[in-house]
Nanobody, 114 residues
Framework: QVQLVESGGGLVQPGGSLRLSCAASGSFFSISAMGWYRQTPGKQRELVAVITSVGTTTYADSVKGRFTISRNNPKNTIYLQVNSLKPEDTAVYYC????????WGKGTLVTVSS
């Protein structure tokens, strides 16, 4: 059984930074694609960044150059370094593990406001 637990969200001023973490339990982490998605009320969940099992990364255009996804396989953890935050980055950020099916965490709230 896969469990994903996100952490690191919070309130930050525009231009600030955060580091989100997602700890995974269960099997297949090292051979899974892992990703971060975000969602705001009334909108669909959207892709933020994905990292494959071999380290290939993909980013949404809106976060390119500001966000960096990484993974630490021995720790079964992925990270999202978020820099130069904007108010429009405010959302609940969800961790995703994809191996034969999608698994989701419960999310961590990032609020960007002065």
């Amino acid at each position: 059984q896969v469990q994903l637990v996100e952490s690191g969200g919070g309130l930050v001023q525009p231009g600030g930074s955060l580091r989100l973490s997602c700890a995974a339990s269960g099997s297949f982490f090292s051979i899974s694609a892992m990703g971060w998605y975000r969602q705001t009320p009334g909108k669909q969940r959207e892709l933020v960044a994905v990292i494959t099992s071999v380290g290939t990364t993909t980013y949404a255009d809106s976060v390119k150059g500001r966000f960096t996804i990484s993974r630490n396989n021995p720790k079964n953890t992925i990270y999202l370094q978020v820099n130069s935050l904007k108010p429009e980055d405010t959302a609940v950020y969800y961790c995703n593990q994809r191996y034969r099916m999608d698994y989701w965490g419960k999310g961590t709230l990032v609020t960007v406001s002065s």
